[in-house]
């Protein structure tokens, strides 16, 4: 591929710089942190000001402090979980929807069955009975979120897959006679760019809901500093009711402002994958530039493709639009 | 009719292996939880008690896992759920209790955010590229926020800053439980709050899903027919609104689980006397057959829900019914 054909819409711009951010801030947030998370040597209940850019919490800690340390662990964890679940998702998936018959079959019941049991019951039942000592390890935490966020990812791909399955291009790879998780893996695989990174999005997006949550209700090791283990202690200690917003607002809005970034870049994909979406997410000033009636009520969105956007070959273009 | 057995089938064999991970998560996870539990029980209940979690657990290690799997099974079918540790009552008997506080909170609040969303949606599909765009970018956000977190902000607004809606809990504690008006209107006033909560956290889901269906709806044929055949803006837009409105129905079997897994956490919030509060005070507990009964509950009515909105489903999608016949 020559360009990048990315749509370049304030949205995605947007998505990009607060996903960025929070990357910046998982990466340097512990070295950033004015004080240790757990020093409770300040003064309790201290509102917002100079020192304590976001007030102190009732056991006199520093909650700047634990917002920026508490970065990294939520967001690592959700990649984690997002990375492993969208692995999981794109083998089932490709599998599924490549190889057809029993094997479909199995595959496609199993992640029916994942997407039908309720996601968050089923983590609580799980980390409940996990040992302590593994509660505070990233690792197996990410790795039990996964295996409840997975299915939908799986299901998508499968669908897509089915539709590839009897392109000409596999077919030819069939035919001179390359092996079958080759075709899979590196003829079809490649094609479902688009998906395998809106889904990754998405389980990120859903881990780090899950996890957040599982904190929230103290599932979690409470020795390890995350945003939802800061909304545990700001429950349990009664902040919303004693008026102490500055406790639990700054990781909410953090854990809102996540979200909000992954799922702009989603957009950016789903507009990626279905042009008619690009149109009609144009500001007025733009469809005016584009020549484009004001507003769209009938017949069909324009497809529209600015300069630094059209796509090089046509066989490109067809690969990745169909939906 | 095929098309529901199907479905039937999945969920029966869905219920099976939620039903299995129950039984063999305390059996498979290091440390043995399942000798603790009784061991840190001995002395506080009664030994009926630590029979019937025993019991629930399907009977003692010296049998094989198998029979004590049967013996689960057979348990589960004569509603032993085990008893609960802290409240040393049988699990059944506790959930009786706070499953019709959750169902009516969650059930109301999925109905009303769905035909909120549903309708705005289609509205903002079809006056695409106006001002009502501004709403994208603020619904994802919404979308974006946890749901307790949600619940928390507005229970310090509304609640305790501005005292408009009465918090903490599901009715006023002066009065008694029963089918009189003053408590059902009681109930509906403790609602309010939650409710709106909820519906304001899962309402974008709805919103940009019909958004998009409908911009792929109004590119159609029969859209661009209905208005050359004079039909009135109304008509035309319920038409357009009516095909757009199939995947959203599609995907509603799926999105009551995660609305339901949102909902729980806004009754711990509230300290609604429903499921999810329960659940909070079992996994704080240790409780475990109190988690895993909740677990099975949930899931249970889940499933049901799913087999309900599939019925929908099939009611109002000619296609799907043409495909039992050939």
Redesign the interface.
């Given at each position: 591929m020559k360009s990048i054909r990315f749509p370049r819409s304030p949205?995605v711009i947007?998505g990009l710089c607060i996903v960025g951010f929070f990357v910046l801030l998982t990466i340097f947030g512990p070295y950033l942190a004015p004080y240790s998370p757990d020093n409770t040597s300040f003064a309790p209940n201290l509102t917002p000001s100079a020192h304590h850019w976001f007030g102190t919490t009732s056991l006199g800690q520093d909650i700047f402090s634990q917002t920026l340390v508490g970065a990294r662990a939520t967001i690592v964890v959700a990649l984690i979980a997002g990375l492993v679940a969208t692995l999981l998702s794109m083998v089932v998936g490709i599998a599924a929807g490549y190889v057809g018959g029993f094997t479909d079959d199995g595959l496609s019941?199993l992640s029916?069955?994942f997407?039908?049991?309720?996601?968050?019951?089923?983590l609580?039942?799980?980390d409940?009975?996990?040992?302590v000592n593994s509660r505070s390890n990233s690792l197996v935490i990410g790795l039990v979120i996964s295996l409840t966020g997975w299915a939908?990812g799986a299901r998508v791909i499968r669908a897509q897959t089915m539709s590839l399955r009897n392109r000409d291009f596999v077919e030819a790879a069939r035919i001179i006679g390359e092996k079958r998780y080759r075709v899979m893996f590196f003829e079809v695989a490649p094609n479902l760019l688009p998906i395998l990174a809106s889904s990754l999005l998405f389980t990120v997006?859903y881990s780090i809901?899950a996890y957040?949550?599982l904190a929230?209700?103290?599932?979690t090791s409470t020795s390890v500093w995350n945003w939802g283990t800061m909304?545990f202690w700001a429950?349990g200690n009664n902040a919303?009711?004693s008026?102490e917003?500055y406790w639990?607002?700054p990781p909410?809005i953090c854990?809102?402002?996540?979200?909000?970034g992954?799922?702009?870049l989603n957009?950016g994909i789903?507009e990626f994958i279905?042009p008619?979406?690009r149109a009609?997410?144009?500001s007025?000033k733009q469809?005016r530039s584009l020549g484009l009636p004001?507003?769209?009520?009938?017949?069909?969105?324009p497809v529209v493709h600015s300069a630094s956007q059209r796509p090089s070959t046509p066989a490109i273009a067809s690969n990745t639009v169909s939906t | 009719m095929r098309i529901i057995g199907r479905r039937l089938l999945?969920?029966v064999?869905?219920a099976w292996?939620?039903i299995s991970?129950?039984f063999l998560?305390?059996h498979l996870?290091?440390?043995n939880?399942i000798q603790t539990l009784i061991g840190k029980l001995q002395g506080q209940v009664t030994p009926q008690e630590i029979e019937a979690i025993r019991l629930s657990f399907g009977g003692g290690i010296d049998k094989g896992l198998l029979s004590q799997y049967f013996t689960y099974i057979d348990q589960l079918f004569h509603g032993n759920l085990g008893v609960s540790i802290t409240l040393s009552s049988p699990v059944s008997t506790i959930l009786k209790a706070s499953v019709p506080w959750t169902i009516g909170l969650i059930g109301v609040s999925t109905l009303l955010s769905f035909l909120i969303g549903t309708v705005s949606g289609a509205l903002l599909g079809?006056?695409?590229?106006?001002r009502l765009?501004a709403l994208i970018?603020t619904a994802?956000?919404f979308?974006?926020?946890?749901y307790?977190?949600l619940a928390?902000?507005m229970?310090?607004i509304f609640g305790?800053?501005l005292h408009w809606f009465p918090?903490l809990g599901a009715y006023s504690q002066n009065l008694h439980p029963g089918w009189t008006w003053p408590f059902v209107a009681s109930a509906f006033r403790y609602a309010e709050l939650p409710v709106v909560s909820i519906v304001l956290s899962s309402v974008a889901g709805w919103m940009l899903g019909m958004r998009?269906m409908m911009?792929?709806v109004?590119?159609e044929d029969f859209?661009?027919m209905s208005?050359a055949m004079g039909l009135s803006k109304r008509k035309v837009i319920m038409t357009a609104a009516r095909n757009a409105v199939l995947p959203s129905i599609a995907n509603l079997?799926?999105a009551i689980?995660?609305v339901?897994?949102?909902a729980?956490?806004v009754e711990?919030?509230f300290n609604y006397p429903g499921v999810g509060d329960l659940?909070?005070n079992a996994?704080?507990n240790?409780d475990?057959p109190l988690?895993?009964g909740?677990?099975l509950v949930?899931?249970l009515a889940?499933?049901a829900a799913?087999l309900l909105a599939d019925v929908v489903y099939l009611a109002l999608d000619p296609r799907t019914r043409t495909e039992t016949v050939a």
């Open positions: 949205k947007l019941m029916n069955v997407l039908a049991i309720p996601g968050l019951p089923l609580i039942v799980i409940s009975y996990l040992p939908w997006l809901g957040v949550t929230y209700i103290g599932l909304l429950q919303p009711l008026g917003w639990f607002v909410g854990i809102a402002l996540v979200g909000t992954l799922a702009l957009f789903d279905n008619r979406l009609a997410g144009l007025a469809r004001r507003r769209q009520r009938l017949g069909l969105t | 999945l969920y064999l869905t292996v939620a991970v129950n998560l305390p996870m290091p440390g939880p079809w006056t695409r590229g106006s765009d970018p994802t956000f979308q974006a926020i946890p307790f977190f928390t902000v229970l310090l305790s800053n918090v998009n911009i792929t109004a590119a859209v661009l208005v079997s799926l689980g995660l339901v897994s949102g729980l956490l711990l919030v659940l909070l996994v704080q240790e475990y988690i895993q909740i677990f949930i899931t889940v499933l799913n």
